[in-house]
Structure formats: structure tokens, C-alpha cells
């Protein structure tokens, strides 16, 4: 554990910029972009011994090389949204990195959760199980919401993974983090088609669609959902190309309007031989076998290869698949208490910006007596 000194710490919620002790804690994770550090925050200026000589936290503190356009661009960002389900940045201050020939690097102090959503697969996995449906919902419809507020303003996580989705299993909290990827898509302007990691990447993107939208959020979205399921998982290409390959062996293989329309320069692999006679929607069931027929006709709503037929968020929350978690007597278990708690202060407290972005469905999403 180190502690050290910044002399410009802004915060997020007032501007106020000011100079804070950091103690270090430990590593919580590390990537291509940096590392993330799990630390506290004291206000220097505090007198010793007062009320706010205090250590506040623990907080997620991304490290990141300052100064590229790739970085910056999450920082902005998370300093214009705020949502329930997003993970909220506090502070933010540059600081040179002793490990990278002092090299500054911007640092993102944000909330911390107990875990991520992968982990809690993998928890379960391991016992040889998989997450109850309940909570399976709870999280599909919160990372639904959360892309509901973010798709409105057309900023795209570009990176949805369990990984990437920060739960809180006591109560079932989420939110979604790690914003490194994320831009505000212009319509008809290119972007990078070599984004999103591989099991999670949509087929437009396989092919190398430069101009897509953020449907690509919503593949993401069904991935994880399907992992859920299935405890691992659903596509997994051992290398970018394969990925497609892994994809038709659910769906067939792509349409010719589909690769047309997402890359007319595409010459790669199509995989174009039928594997099964069945219809997908047998597929599907023999795949995800432990969800009920709601969750699998979800799935094939949002697992589809044109992006324009993918549902969007809202339509996703509208869905029957969540008609029992909208029912005011509904309540459920979490995996560290027995008694029971209710949701509905956590999936319905939406601000009034999100109930205008709900249009004809908001009877639909809303809760129901």
C-alpha cells in the first residue's frame, strides 16, 4: 500500500479542483489500456484530527496514459452521464506513472462494487450451476436501462462484456463500467471496425462494417445474456475470423444483403454451409436449454444478424420476459441473505429525462400493480 500526494484533484460532482492524499490499496485489475487500483481519497487542506480529516472511498481508480484521443474521450463521457446503472466518476487528476518513466497518466477515481458480473458466472459455473433466472432478468433489464440512457445521447460502450458490468451481489446492483472504448457515434461517419472483445463482437463488425450504430451494444447485451444461461460464453471464436463461423453455427450463415450491406468490399470467409436443417428457434432452445420460451424469444430478438431488426433498449425492457420483476409483490433472493428484498426502488426509480425516452412503450416498461 503506497500514499502519496496530488495537487490538483478535480471532483466530478462540483468542479472543485484541490489538493488530496491517495492511499493506494491493491490492484483490482489490469488490461491493454492500464491498471485499476482500488484506493482511498483524504482532503489535504483538512485540519489534522477534524471531521474531514477523513480517508473517503474505497474507490476504482482507472490509470490510463494521458494525452491521446483514445483516453480523453472517457473521460468526457463519464463526466456527462449520470445514471443508476453507470458507474459514476467521483475525481479525476493526471499524476506521473513511477512504473512508465514517469510518464503522466490520467487517473479516473470511481465507485467501486463488490464484484463483476463475470465472476458471478464464473461462481456459479464452478458449483456446476448457473445464476437463478430472477437475477438473470434483474441484470438483463438494468444493463437494458443502461444502454436506454446512453443510446439516447448515441454513445456506444463499444466493449459489452461481464467483465465490463459491475454488480453488487448483496442487493443485485449494476452498472456498467470501463467506458475505454466508448464514442458518440455520428450518423453515416466511420468508426473502427476492429472493436468490441471477439466473444462479444457483432457479426457487422466480423465483416468490417466501418458505419454501424449502437446496435452493436445490443449483440453485446444478448451475449451476456446467454452467457448467463449458459454459464460461459455463447460464440467463442479462437481467433477474429472464426468468430463468424462460431455465430452460423446457431443462425446459418450470413445473407448476402447483410454482408452487402455491412462491408460491399468484404472477401472473406461466409461459411455458407448449412450445418443443421432445424429452424433457428429449435437451435436456440437446444442452446440456451435451462431458459423459458420469454427468454429465448428475447434472445432471438436481440441475437440477429441485421442490426436495423435488433431490438432496441427500450423495446428490450418492454419485453414479456420481464412481466413477473414488474409485478410491485415481487421480490427475490440474493446469494448472501435469505430474506427476501424487493426491486422495484432499484429497476424503477427512472428520472423524468428517462421516462421521455421511453415513448409508446412506458406503460410497457413501467411497474405494475
Not at 465483416?207 to 454501424?212: A, D, E, P, S, T
Not at 467463442?236 to 455491412?262: A, V, W
Not at 431458459?291 to 432496441?312: C, G, Q, T
Amino acid at each position: 500500500m503506497s500514499e502519496y500526494l496530488v495537487k490538483d484533484v478535480t471532483s466530478n460532482t462540483s468542479g472543485i479542483t484541490r489538493p488530496m492524499f491517495v492511499q493506494e490499496i491493491t490492484k483490482i485489475g489490469e488490461g491493454a489500456f492500464g491498471t485499476v487500483l482500488q484506493a482511498n481519497l483524504k482532503n489535504a487542506l483538512s485540519e489534522p484530527n477534524s471531521p474531514q480529516d477523513i480517508w473517503i472511498g474505497p474507490f476504482a481508480i482507472k490509470k490510463v496514459p494521458a494525452q491521446t484521443e483514445y483516453k480523453s474521450r472517457e473521460l468526457q463521457i463519464l463526466k456527462q452521464t449520470n445514471h443508476p446503472n453507470i458507474v459514476a466518476l467521483k475525481y479525476y487528476y493526471n499524476y506521473p506513472n513511477k512504473d512508465d518513466n514517469n510518464r503522466i497518466y490520467q487517473h479516473l477515481a470511481m465507485e467501486c462494487l463488490p464484484c463483476n458480473l463475470q465472476s458471478e458466472i464464473k461462481r456459479y459455473y464452478i458449483n456446476k450451476s448457473t445464476l437463478p433466472e430472477n437475477h438473470i432478468k434483474i441484470f438483463t433489464f438494468q444493463i437494458a436501462r443502461a444502454m436506454n440512457y446512453l443510446h439516447s445521447f448515441q454513445i456506444c460502450h463499444r466493449d459489452i462484456k461481464p467483465s465490463n458490468i459491475l454488480i453488487n451481489p448483496e442487493n443485485l446492483l449494476l452498472k456498467i463500467c470501463d467506458f475505454g472504448s466508448a464514442k458518440v457515434l455520428e450518423p453515416n461517419q466511420p468508426s473502427v471496425s476492429y472493436i468490441c472483445s471477439r466473444y462479444y463482437r457483432a457479426p457487422e463488425l466480423i465483416v468490417g462494417c466501418c458505419i454501424y450504430t449502437t446496435k452493436i451494444d445490443i449483440w453485446g447485451l444478448g451475449c451476456v445474456m446467454g452467457e448467463m444461461y449458459m454459464g460461459k460464453p455463447v460464440f467463442q471464436g479462437q481467433e477474429p475470423m472464426l468468430q463468424l463461423r462460431e455465430i452460423t453455427k446457431l443462425f446459418g450463415p450470413p445473407s448476402d444483403e447483410f454482408i452487402y450491406n455491412s462491408n460491399p468490399q468484404y472477401n472473406g470467409p461466409l461459411y455458407s454451409h448449412k450445418i443443421y436443417n432445424s429452424t433457428i428457434d429449435v437451435r436456440f432452445q437446444k442452446v440456451f436449454n435451462n431458459a423459458n420460451l420469454d427468454a429465448i424469444d428475447l434472445l432471438m430478438k436481440v441475437l440477429v444478424y441485421s442490426p436495423i431488426e435488433r431490438f432496441n433498449p427500450s423495446q428490450i425492457m418492454s419485453h414479456k420476459y420481464f412481466d413477473e420483476i414488474k409485478s410491485v409483490k415481487f421480490n427475490v433472493k440474493s446469494r448472501l441473505s435469505n430474506d427476501p428484498i424487493k426491486v422495484d426502488s432499484l429497476l424503477f426509480n427512472f428520472s423524468d429525462y428517462e421516462l421521455k425516452t421511453f415513448g409508446k412503450l412506458i406503460n410497457d416498461i413501467l411497474p405494475r400493480s
